[in-house]
């Protein structure tokens, strides 16, 4: 079956960087695209950004374009997001999708298998 679990969220300030990490277990996601969502209390969950199966494609939504990375090591099993000058409107729990294909799209129905998440909050 496989699952994903993220880690890596906490309490930042603005400005600062964080780093999300999805690992898989139970499974190899290592032919399959991933992505990152969030979901801010009381909106709806939205695209952050997604990796092909080889990190040969990557996409962001606007709102982090140039401030996220998102990566991957597929010996490790292992999806990252590395957030940088964080602002309060990045609050959110954070969640790792794995595509049902090899390349990952924002649209979260294209997804098979989603972690619980990990909760983000930046304070001012």
């Known amino acids: 079956q496989g699952r994903l679990v993220e880690s890596g969220g906490g309490l930042a300030q603005a400005g600062d960087s964080l780093r999300l990490s999805c690992a898989a277990s139970?499974?190899?996601?290592?032919?399959?695209?991933m992505g990152w969502f969030r979901q801010a209390l009381g909106k709806e969950r939205e695209f952050v950004a997604s990796?092909?199966?080889?990190?040969?494609?990557?996409d962001y939504a606007d709102s982090v374009k140039g401030r996220f990375t998102i990566s991957r090591d597929n010996a490790r099993n292992t999806v990252y997001l590395q957030m940088n000058s964080l602002k309060l409107e990045d609050t959110a729990v954070y969640s790792c999708?794995?595509?049902?294909?090899?390349?990952?799209?924002?649209?979260?129905?294209?997804?098979?298998?989603w972690g619980q998440g990990t909760q983000v909050t930046v304070s001012s």
């Open positions: 999708a794995a595509a049902r294909g090899l390349i990952a799209t924002p649209n979260p129905q294209l997804y098979a298998a």
């Open positions: 139970g499974r190899t996601f290592s032919g399959y695209g």
């Open positions: 990796i092909s199966w080889n990190g040969g494609h990557t």
